[in-house]
């Protein structure tokens, strides 16, 4: 249907024939990837007006998804920030098309219903802004009553999310939702729990609600990359256990050992990276820390959040392909956004050093690779508003 609103789909084509043309640049992948698709245009006879759609959309295609996977879209701020950028319906038509498109043409099981959802509920929402509507703060808790009751109850509770329908275990992964009364450290408590189960936590969304509710649910695999407990029903409901024991502070799991790097991801070098924004999020910071993925991580920059005295308002994680990218909602102790200075400097000294565990010796002749796994979250680190 929504291909079907699309006005210039000759400008569509040209940019996913573009897109990517820009990897390995000097520049980076999206600003290298603008000029070419420029220059490829003026060659082709394109008009200027339909050039520089095209130059924009190539620039811009990997904004929806970073949007939607690292930032609170259930924030009004996020969604207009999105629709200021996107400028209009059919720009916002045209990146969703070319974004799906672009996920789905990576490889198999690259795209899941889990990233479809959250780049389907921001396309809604900055549509819903397009149309003059109110976008209000949006409600994570209200898709979950039953378990939410029992939170505010006092008591912990965890489910899986539709196990037989299309955002539970046939998708590819497993869908654990965990509500509790939100207390310091339980996210970070939950994580670790999953990295000791051997739970491979591919996405991840974390809401604490002004009443003093947390409810977090991850995506989860098995060391094999299918759905956590599929082959072993009984493992998944063991940990099913284990967080609930979690949430309710009966068990501190030790923490996970750092694995080796395997021969695959030797081959790709993730350099690491830690940006702290204090304009996107409202009264709090957001943190978002990428680099190359490994069983545990999440564990071990939750830990060490936790360790720094920061409350985790909402978390988001995301990977792409062998980086992790993952981003917290922050407040302090008091419920106040952090203030830059001396410790939050040696917080992020910290989760760099957490980023480079389990790294391999840098390969020489990985320039270009790197400098494309880069652009995966150049976007985000350069626009305010946007394991």
Known sequence: D???????????????FLHDVGKGGE?????????????????????????????????????????AQKRDVSDPTTVRAFAELVGDPERLRLLLVLTVADIRAVGPGVWN?????????LYERVEAHFRGEDVAVADPLADHPDLVARARAGAAAVEVLNPQGSGGITSGAAHIAVAAPDRARLFADLAATLAEAGADVVGARAVTAAEGVALDIFEVQDGAGAAYGEAEPRRLWTLMERLEQAARGERLPAPPAIPKANSRRAAFEVAPAVMIDFETGGDAAVIEVSGGDRPGLL??????LADHGLSIRSAHVAGFGERAVDSFYVTDSRGRKPKPGARLDRLRHQLETVLDQGQPPSPRGFKAVRASLRDVSELGRGRAGGR
């Open 2 to 16: 929504i291909v079907h609103r699309i006005v210039d789909f000759e400008a569509l084509m040209l940019a996913m």
């Open 27 to 67: 520049r980076g992948q999206l600003e290298d990837g603008a000029i070419a698709a420029r220059r490829a245009c003026d060659r082709l006879g394109v008009d200027p007006r339909r050039t520089e759609l095209v130059v924009w959309l190539v620039r811009n295609h990997l904004a929806l998804s970073d949007y």
């Open 299 to 304: 564990a071990d920059v939750a830990r060490v």
């Open 113 to 121: 219903s889990w990233k479809g959802q959250l780049i389907r509920n």
